[in-house]
């Protein structure tokens, strides 16, 4: 998955061609480094109809309270620039972000 920053966000997610998955993880996150390899999967069965990125939390702070991500993981689903959905939280499960991926596509 390609790791975008502050930097890079807005031309990689907002200005996306297709809709875009956002991974909010940390290094330190159990919950996220046990759906990364899930994801990653789902990242590379979705890749013509859905972009997938990371963004490490850890390094990003600005970034993750301008979008208003207070827990981890956290997912963020762009449609046209636009924020259309969330899912949040340890409970998160490999199963909920494809029904949110098929509801975006």
């Given amino acids: 998955m390609l790791e975008v920053d502050s930097g890079t966000f807005a031309e990689e997610v907002l200005q996306s061609e297709k809709p875009v998955v956002v ?54 689903f762009y449609k046209n620039g636009e924020s259309v959905a969330r899912l949040a939280g340890g409970e998160i499960r490999i199963q909920d972000i494809e029904e949110q991926v098929k509801k975006v596509v």
């Fill in 23 to 76: 991974d909010f993880w940390g290094p330190r996150c159990a919950p996220c480094l046990a759906l990364m390899p899930q994801v990653e999967k789902l990242e590379s069965s979705c890749a013509d109809t859905i972009k997938f990125v990371k963004v490490d939390a850890s390094r990003n702070r600005r970034l993750c309270l301008d979008l208003r991500v207070l827990s981890l993981p956290t997912y963020l």
